[in-house]
């Protein structure tokens, strides 16, 4: 049976697909990841303009059948548009590493609003130019990771018991502390990269546009952001865009 679905939709992915038209993969509000074809977009007398470019933040029109694994997109229209994001390097190269973490971190056809409004909340961020993009991509990561059932565990106490010394990130379950668990795989950090680790996953999102960092403290925090991500997902983790990316903003997320 053929459903009509009229869904806010994100663009992750869009290629050309036989003479004239294009494979689009959406992520939905309603329901979640979707591969489907628009036919005629590369036609000359094409419908959907530029709504069909990644990053895209679009209103769809979807026509479904549960035993395609091709649906079929009829119609799209813009939502927002983030000149912010497409005219920054940068800016661009990070709005593409998070369609590429959602494009391999999440099943067809599996519905998440939750990772929906996580997305288009990104981008609107990273579609400032006066935010930190590097920040803007790390909050992304951190919640990506709790939507997908292995957020960090850590309270208050543990994260306010860190001195000047110094503590630890254990891996496996996200746990602050000041002391190294050899039964766990941990990396060290700094008092202050440990405490920005722990408002970039516990904080409201304005308190973390307004966070300040040293160079230092946002290379380590990417290290550990990006460590604790690759951990959980492994085999599935994208690698060759994180070394793009990691050469693109400066930064390495390999242990010092």
């Keep these: 049976m053929v459903m009509v679905v009229r869904t806010e939709a994100i663009v992750l992915k869009s290629i050309p697909f036989r003479e004239t038209s294009r494979l689009v993969t959406l992520y939905t509000l309603k329901l979640g990841k979707l591969t489907t074809v628009a036919r005629g977009a590369q036609s000359r007398k094409n419908q959907f303009g530029s709504t069909l470019q990644v990053l895209s933040h679009v209103q769809a029109v979807i026509y479904t059948r549960p035993t395609r694994s091709i649906q079929v997109l009829t119609n799209c229209a813009h939502i927002t548009v ?33 990772i929906f409004h996580l997305v288009t909340r990104t981008l609107s961020a990273l579609g400032n130019p006066a935010t930190d993009a590097v920040l803007v991509q790390l909050y992304f990561q951190l919640h990506l990771a709790a939507a997908l059932g292995f957020g960090p565990s850590f309270t208050r106490d543990e994260v306010e018991r860190v001195d000047d010394s110094g503590g630890y990130l254990m891996l496996d379950t996200g746990t602050i502390s000041r002391e190294k668990d050899t039964g766990s795989l941990s990396l060290a950090a700094s008092r202050g990269v440990l405490r920005a680790f722990a408002i970039l996953y516990k904080a409201d999102f304005d308190v973390i546009l307004r966070m300040q960092l040293t160079e230092k403290q946002r290379r380590k925090l990417y290290t550990l952001v990006t460590r604790f991500m690759r951990y959980h997902v492994q085999e599935a983790y994208p690698e060759r865009g994180e070394e793009v990316l990691s050469q693109i903003l400066g930064l390495s997320p390999k242990v010092e």
């Design 82 to 114: 983030h000149p912010g994001i497409s005219h920054d390097l940068k800016r661009l190269a990070i709005g593409q590493r998070i369609c590429e973490l959602v494009l391999a971190l999440t099943e067809e056809g599996v519905d998440s609003p939750e």
